[in-house]
T-cell receptor, first 113, second 116 residues
Framework: DTAVSQTPKYLVTQMGNDKSIKCEQN?????MYWYKQDSKKFLKIMFS???????INETVPNRFSPKSPDKAHLNLHINSLELGDSAVYFC????????????FGPGTRLLVL | AQKITQTQPGMFVQEKEAVTLDCTYD???????LFWYKQPSSGEMIFLIY??????QNATEGRYSLNFQKARKSANLVISASQLGDSAMYFC?????????????FGQGTTLQVKP
């Protein structure tokens, strides 16, 4: 069983569209995250959630709206997609906010045309 | 200011030899964690090893060890007996406990190529 799963794996869409990426973890973790990896492979956190509550929004445009319906899921909805949103988006989870290892999903490769 | 610095964009190593990937960090926190992740060409992020700032012993996980030098603020990854499957990008990351956000701060990454 995959510990952290994301769907879809690939997403190709037109500028201006709205899209969602789903993330699920079956590790029983309390904390989930979204990271963005740009074309230069640089990884940066976007959001962290703990027990379904938003902990940080790291200067992400409000076109990005995460939603955590329960502790096992953290979905990412993106409105009005722009060319600069093209990237790989990783979901991750950890047992808690403290010094715990984060386990990453396989990533979603988003290409905005 | 860059909090995590990986100064080697690319490295080569001969199969079966050991290789050290450099990582330096900058924090004023007393309590923090240091992590290494591997990203093969398939794209997933694989956790390799963790070192807590209060851990006195260097962390080891199989062929991976973390050379932790707190005074120098360095956390180098040592891979022993390199294998072809070790060819990948390697990221060093830090979490500062005081932020209480769980946020991992990543370095720029080092691409490692293992030669047969």
């Amino acid at each position: 069983d995959t510990a952290v799963s994301q769907t879809p794996k690939y997403l190709v869409t037109q500028m201006g569209n709205d899209k969602s990426i789903k993330c699920e973890q079956n590790l029983g973790h309390d904390t989930m995250y979204w990271y963005k990896q740009d074309s230069k492979k640089f990884l940066k956190i976007m959001f962290s959630y703990n027990n379904k509550e938003l902990i940080i929004n790291e200067t992400v445009p409000n076109r990005f709206s995460p939603k955590s319906p329960d502790k096992a899921h953290l979905n990412l909805h993106i409105n009005s997609l722009e060319l600069g949103d093209s990237a790989v988006y990783f979901c991750a989870s950890s047992r808690s906010l403290s010094q715990e290892t984060q386990y990453f999903g396989p990533g979603t490769r988003l290409l905005v045309l | 200011a860059q909090k995590i610095t990986q100064t080697q964009p690319g490295m080569f190593v001969q199969e079966k030899e050991a290789v050290t990937l450099d990582c330096t960090y900058d924090t004023s926190d007393q309590s923090y964690g240091l992590f290494w992740y591997k990203q093969p060409s398939s794209g997933e992020m694989i956790f390799l090893i963790y070192q807590g700032s209060y851990d006195e012993q260097n962390a080891t996980e199989g062929r991976y060890s973390l050379n932790f030098q707190k005074a120098r603020k360095s956390a180098n990854l040592v891979i022993s007996a390199s294998q072809l499957g070790d060819s990948a990008m390697y990221f060093c990351a830090m979490r500062e406990v005081s932020s209480n956000t769980g946020k991992l701060i990543f370095g720029q990454g080092t691409t490692l190529q293992v030669k047969p």
